[in-house]
C-alpha cells in the first residue's frame, strides 16, 4: 500500500471538541445498552470480498493525480441469524478482508488518505449482510457507500416503480401530502431542514432524498420509509415511518418515482449527532427507535378502493394525519383528538383543508400551516373520504377496517 500526501484536516474548535467526545461518550452508551452481539463466521467470504472492492472501485477518487479509495471497511450483519460463534471467529473474518483489501490496493496502485480499518460486527437493524466504505473523517460528510449481500431466507419488498409521466406527477402530489416534498426535505426533495438544539440535545439534518432515492435500491427504500431502517442498518430519528408504514404499493411505488425524476444535488448530507440530553430521552424511553414501534403496530391497512369512502377515508388519515396525532387517531404531544373533526360541517371541513382556517376563523398553532403547505393537495373526492372516515369514527366505531 503506497503512503498517501498530506491532508489538510478541518478546524477544530471548542464545539468540534465537545461533539466528538460526546459522540465517542454516546457510541460507549450504544453498546452497553443492546449491541454486544456474538458474530458468525459462517459466511461466504469469497462473495463479500468481491462486494467489497466493488466498492471501493465505485468510491475511488482522484486527487493530483492518484486515485484513492475509502479506508474504512465495516461489515453489519444480521444479529439473529449470525450470533453463535466466538469473538476469534470475528475478528478471523476482519483479517481476511484486510488481506483481501490490502492485495486489491497494490494491484490497482490505489493510495489511501488512513491505514485500512476493518470492523465486522452484528447488528440489529440489519437485515441479511452489509457491506460499507467510507472516507471517515477526511471526507467533507459522514456519508458511507454500502451494498448488500443476499442471505438465503430473507426477504425485502419488491415494489414497481412506474415510468410515465402521469405517475410521476401523482407521486410528487402524494409526496406534497406527506410532507416529503416541501417538507423536512425541501422543494423537489433536496434536504436542508436543520435540527441545531445545541451541543447539550443535538444536532440533526434531512438530506437530499433524491440523492437517497438513486443510492438506495427499491427494497431498500420502502424499508427505510415505511420501516424506518436506513441502509446501513441504523434507525431513522426523525422522519415518521411509522406513518407511513401503511402507505399502499402503488402509492410509495409513485412517489419513489417522483424522488427519483428530480435532480440531484450535493448541498444537504444526512446527520444525526446525538447530545446528552436527547440520549438521556431515548435511554429513559420517551424517544424510542421507529423500528421497534412500528414492529407493534401489527399488519398494514389493505390498499382501499378510493369508491369507498371510509375505509379510503381510514387509510388517508392514518398516512396522513398519524405523524402528529398518533396512529389510533387519539392526539399526541399536544395535538388533539381527531374527534374533533365531528364538530365540523363538510364544508367548514374542506375550508380547514384548503386554506387551514379553523371554525370561527381561528388559527391553528400546528394544524393551519400544515393545511396550507401539505393537505390543500388533497382532492375534493379524499376531503369528502377523510371526513366522513373522521366523522364515523368520533361515532365510537373507532376504525373502518374489520
Not at 458474530?39 to 466498492?55: D, H, N, Q, V
Not at 486489491?104 to 488518505?113: A, G, L, P, Q, V
Not at 392514518?318 to 387517531?329: F, K, Y
Not at 382556517?357 to 401539505?374: I, P
Request: charged fraction near 25%.
Amino acid at each position: 500500500m503506497q503512503n498517501a500526501p498530506q491532508t489538510t484536516k478541518k478546524g477544530i474548535s471548542a464545539d468540534w471538541l465537545v461533539r466528538g467526545v460526546l459522540t465517542k461518550i454516546g457510541d460507549i452508551f450504544d453498546r452497553l445498552t443492546g449491541r454486544g452481539y456474538k458474530p458468525s463466521s459462517s459466511l461466504a467470504t469469497s462473495e463479500l470480498i468481491e462486494r467489497m472492492k466493488f466498492l471501493m472501485d465505485s468510491e475511488a477518487q482522484t486527487e493530483d493525480g492518484r486515485l484513492f479509495v475509502p479506508h474504512n471497511i465495516k461489515l453489519k450483519m444480521q444479529w439473529d441469524k449470525f450470533s453463535t460463534d466466538s469473538n476469534e471467529s470475528l475478528r478471523s473474518l476482519e483479517n481476511e478482508f484486510l488481506i483481501a483489501a490490502v492485495d486489491h490496493i497494490n494491484d490497482k496502485r490505489y493510495y489511501t488518505k488512513a491505514p485500512l480499518h476493518v470492523e465486522a460486527k452484528p447488528d440489529y437493524f440489519t437485515q441479511g449482510v452489509k457491506l460499507f466504505v467510507s472516507f471517515d473523517k477526511f471526507a467533507d460528510d459522514d456519508q458511507e457507500a454500502g451494498i448488500s449481500v443476499a442471505v438465503p431466507g430473507d426477504t425485502e419488498e419488491q415494489i414497481d416503480i412506474p415510468t410515465d409521466a402521469a405517475s410521476i406527477a401523482e407521486g410528487e402530489r402524494l409526496a406534497h401530502i406527506r410532507g416529503c416534498n416541501g417538507g423536512c426535505h425541501g422543494k423537489k426533495g433536496v434536504g436542508g431542514r436543520v435540527w441545531d438544539e445545541g451541543w447539550l440535545a443535538g444536532h440533526a439534518m434531512a438530506p437530499d432524498i433524491a440523492k437517497v432515492a438513486r443510492t438506495y435500491s427499491t427494497p431498500e427504500l420502502a424499508r427505510v420509509i415505511r420501516r424506518g431502517v436506513r441502509a446501513n442498518g441504523e434507525s431513522v430519528q426523525i422522519m415518521p415511518s411509522p406513518m407511513f408504514y401503511h402507505l399502499s404499493d402503488a402509492d410509495l411505488g409513485r412517489i419513489i418515482a417522483f424522488l427519483r425524476s428530480t435532480p440531484v444535488t450535493d448541498a444537504n448530507a444526512y446527520a444525526f449527532n446525538a447530545g446528552p440530553m436527547w440520549r438521556w430521552q431515548m435511554a429513559k424511553g420517551e424517544w424510542t427507535a421507529y423500528p421497534d414501534d412500528i414492529a407493534k403496530m401489527g399488519a398494514r391497512i389493505p390498499p382501499a378502493d378510493p369508491a369507498d369512502s371510509l375505509h379510503y377515508g381510514e387509510y388517508l388519515a392514518r398516512t396522513s394525519c398519524s405523524e402528529c396525532h398518533g396512529d389510533d387517531l387519539a392526539g399526541h404531544d399536544g395535538t388533539p383528538n381527531l374527534t374533533v373533526a365531528a364538530a365540523y360541517a363538510p364544508a367548514d371541513f374542506s375550508k380547514l383543508m384548503r386554506t387551514g382556517v379553523a371554525l370561527g376563523g381561528r388559527e391553528l398553532e400546528l394544524m393551519s400551516d400544515v393545511a396550507r403547505t401539505r393537505f390543500h393537495y388533497f382532492t375534493d373526492s379524499e376531503i369528502e373520504a377523510l371526513h366522513a372516515f373522521l366523522r364515523h369514527r368520533a361515532e365510537g366505531t373507532g376504525r373502518a377496517s374489520p
